[in-house]
C-alpha cells in the first residue's frame, strides 16, 4: 500500500472569481477523482452572482478528491478539490487499499469493476487503473447483489426462482447518470432521480425514464382504500385528477437570479426614482439603419435600431455630462464620470444581466456596432464575464423586443439613469400638417432624482429623441 504526506496533496480554493463576490454554485465537474490535471486545465464551470465561470487548476497533479457535487453553493476560500502533486501523484494514480471501520456496509466486498473508462456525463471519465474506492457511508450493496439476496430469500419462502429483476435505481450515496436537460425535466416534475430506473446505455436516465417515474408515484392512501360498492358521480366542481401531479414548480433563486433580485431590491428602495416618457417619430432613423445595413464599412457588423438609440444616448451625454454620475453614499459626494461604461441589458437562461462596453463614448459608430454585437452573442453563450458586467455608469434595456410599449426601469446599482426603448410600431402621425403612418416608439428615462432634477432628466431625455427624430443630428452634435 502507498500512502501520500499531506504535503503531497494539494488544497484548490473557491477563488473570488469577481469583483467582492463571497460565494458561488458548482455547476459541472470536468474531472474526476483519479484523472491527471495539468496546469491550467479547466477543472469545473460554476455560477457566481454575476455569471458562469470556468476554473482552471494552477498546478499539476491527480485528482484525489470533489469535496462538493454539483448544484453546490460554496463560499469563497472554501476547498473544493484536492489534488495530489509531485510524489503524491504517483501514488494516487496507484490502486489503493483503504481500511475503513465507518459502518458495517462499509466491510463488504466491492464490485469488481468493468475493464475500460467507463462511460460519464461530465468529465473525462473513470480511470483506468483498478483501484478501489472507498464506499461511501451509508450506501446499499450493489443492485446486483440485492437482487441475488431476493431471489435466494425467495427459494428458502418456497415461492421457487425469483422472477427476473427489473434494473434498479442507482444506490444511495451515488449520483445517477442524466443529461443536464433530464434533470431539469427530472427537477420541474419533483422527481428524485436516485429513484428513477435508467433505461439508457450505461444507466443513463433518459426522458422517458422520468416520465415513467412520474405515472408510477406510490399511491394515495385514498386510493389504496378498498372500493366502494357503487362510485360516487364525480362533481362538477371537482378539478381532474391530472390536478393532483405537479401543479407548482419551485425554482431555488440562486446566482445571477439571487444577485439580480437584491440589486433591484436595494435599488428600488435606496434611490428615489423618476422616470419620464416621450413619444418620437423614428421613421428617419429606421431609413438610416436600413441605409447602413448596405454599407460596405458595416459588413459583417450588427446594425439594427439598438445601435442608432445607443449612439443618441452617448451624444445627450456629451451635452449634458452631470447625467453620468453616481452618489457616493459614505462621502456624502456625486461623482461625475468623464467616460461612459454603457450597459446593456440582457435577458439570458440564467436570469437578466447588465455587461457593459468600456469607454463606448471614445468609439466610432462601426466600432459600436462591433462592440454591441460582441456583448450580445457573448451574452447569449453564457459567457458573459464578471469584469464585463462591473463599472457601467448609465444602462439602456430595450423591451420593445418582446412588443411592449415602454415600462419604468429600476436603475443599475451605482448608476444615476436608465434609458427603456419600446416597440418600435407603425402608428398614425402628423407629419408635415398631415396624418400619415409613421414608425413610432416611445421612450422612458428613469433616473436618481438624488443627482439628477428634472431639468437635467428632461434635456437628456429630448436630446435622445430629437436626434433619433433627426438622425443628422449625430453629425452635428456629436
Known sequence: MTTMTDSSVREFKMPDVGEGLTEAEILKWYVQPGDTVTDGQVVCEVETAKAAVELPIPYDGVVRELHFPEGTTVDVGTSIIAVAVGDGAAAAAE?????????PATAEAEEP????????????????????RRPRKGAQAPADAQGASAAIQAELNGHGPAAPAAPAAPATGERPLAKPPVRKLAKDLGVDLATVVPTGPDG??????VHAAVSNQPATPE????????????SPTAAPASYDTTRETRIPVKGVRKATAAAMVGSAF????????????????MKLVEELKQDKEYAGLRVNPLLLIAKALLVAIKRNPDINASWDEAAQEIV???????????????GLIVPNIKDAHARTLPQLAG?????????????????????GTVTITNVGVFGVDTGTPILNP????ILAVGAIKLQPWVHKGKVKPRQVTTLALSFDHRLVDGELGSKVLADVAAVLEQPKRLISWA
Open 414 to 417: 451605482g448608476e444615476s439613469a
Open 95 to 103: 490502486p489503493v487499499q483503504e481500511a475503513v471501520a465507518d459502518t
Open 336 to 350: 461625475v464620470k468623464h467616460y461612459v461604461n454603457l450597459g446593456i441589458a440582457a435577458a439570458t437562461p440564467r
Open 223 to 234: 386510493s389504496q382504500a378498498a372500493p366502494a360498492a357503487v362510485a360516487p358521480a364525480p
Open 371 to 391: 462592440s454591441l454585437g460582441e456583448l450580445v452573442s457573448t451574452a447569449r453563450e453564457g459567457k458573459t464575464s464578471p469584469a464585463a458586467m462591473q463599472g
Open 270 to 285: 435606496t434611490a428615489p426614482h423618476v422616470t419620464e416618457f416621450v413619444t418620437v417619430d423614428v421613421t428617419r432613423t
Open 113 to 132: 469493476k468493468p475493464e475500460g473508462r467507463q462511460p460519464v456525463l461530465v468529465g473525462y471519465g473513470v480511470s483506468t487503473s483498478s483501484t478501489k
Open 204 to 209: 443513463i436516465i433518459t426522458r422517458e425514464d
